[in-house]
């Protein structure tokens, strides 16, 4: 279940393979708390797909009936699991392709003792598509997302069109979908994708002031330290 055949798929997937095996201090982590975390999906075909006939039920999931926020792409985990410590109202859902960040993720999110998040290793529009009910969600959470740089990568990118439409089907109307990325060029392609979707309003006309609920994470800091400014975006859903 290692492969991840890109022939399988209709798009070119945001993201490539890295090693998925763990080793040391991540496979005690997972060992130690991908039960109690970690959401067992059935899968289609590829390590990170899933079933389409798999639906979640976040209340049975996560034991209760409480608003939900997702992550798309939660890296080593630190944004969710600070989010799940400082809002233990909320449940939260992190997605990520990545094993070893999900067993960072673990740690960081027994560290801070919460019950209150779980994690899906999966392609996230696969998520988006069918796993998660529609309106299901109160919240999206995207930082940093792959930019991708180069013209010809550029359908690689996460936040096109269709991506904006799967956020918008899991999104509960007056929902937010929060973006941030430090790439000043991805940052104007998200304006305008989102500006010219039937689906969300931009409050703010444009960049949003920092959210002060995103943890600053390592990725952060060291676009921080290599001087590049941080563009933040805020979208209500219709
Ligand atoms: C640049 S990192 C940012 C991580 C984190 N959000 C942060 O701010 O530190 C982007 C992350 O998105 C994940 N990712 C990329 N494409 C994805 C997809 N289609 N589904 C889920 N995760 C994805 C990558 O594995 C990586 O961990």
């Known amino acids: 279940m290692d492969n991840e055949n890109p022939l399988y798929r209709e798009r070119p997937v945001s993201f490539v393979r890295r090693g998925s095996r763990l080793q040391g201090r991540r496979q005690q982590l997972w060992d130690d708390y991908a039960d109690r975390f970690v959401i067992d999906v059935p899968r289609d075909v590829g390590a990170t797909s899933i079933d ?8 049975q999931t996560f034991g209760r009936d409480a608003p939900l926020v997702i992550e798309i792409g939660t890296g080593l985990g630190e944004a969710i699991a600070a ?13 990520e392709v990545y094993r070893p960040g999900i067993a960072s993720l673990l740690g960081h999110a027994a560290q801070a003792n919460v019950s209150n998040v779980r994690a899906v290793l999966a392609n996230a529009p696969d998520v988006l598509e069918t796993m998660l009910p529609a309106s299901s969600v109160a919240e999206a959470w995207m930082f940093f997302p792959d930019p991708w740089h180069k013209k010809r990568h550029h359908k690689r990118r996460l936040v096109q069109p269709y991506f ?17 990325t430090d790439w000043q060029e991805y940052a104007e392609h998200m304006l305008d994708v989102t500006d ?3 689906h969300f309003t931009n409050p703010n006309d444009g960049y949003a002031q920092r959210f002060d ?9 060291k676009a921080g330290q290599a001087g590049r400014a941080i563009f933040d975006i805020e979208l209500t859903r219709r």
Do not use: Y
Not at 213 to 221: A, W
């Open 213 to 221: 609920g995103r943890t600053l994470t390592s990725f952060e800091k």
């Open 196 to 198: 010219a979707s039937e």
């Open 164 to 180: 904006v439409d799967l956020v918008a089907r899991v999104l509960r109307p007056g929902g937010t979908w929060r973006l941030a």
């Open 52 to 59: 389409p006939g798999f639906r979640l039920d976040p209340e």
């Open 83 to 95: 989010g799940a410590a400082a809002h233990p109202e909320k449940n939260f859902l992190g997605i």
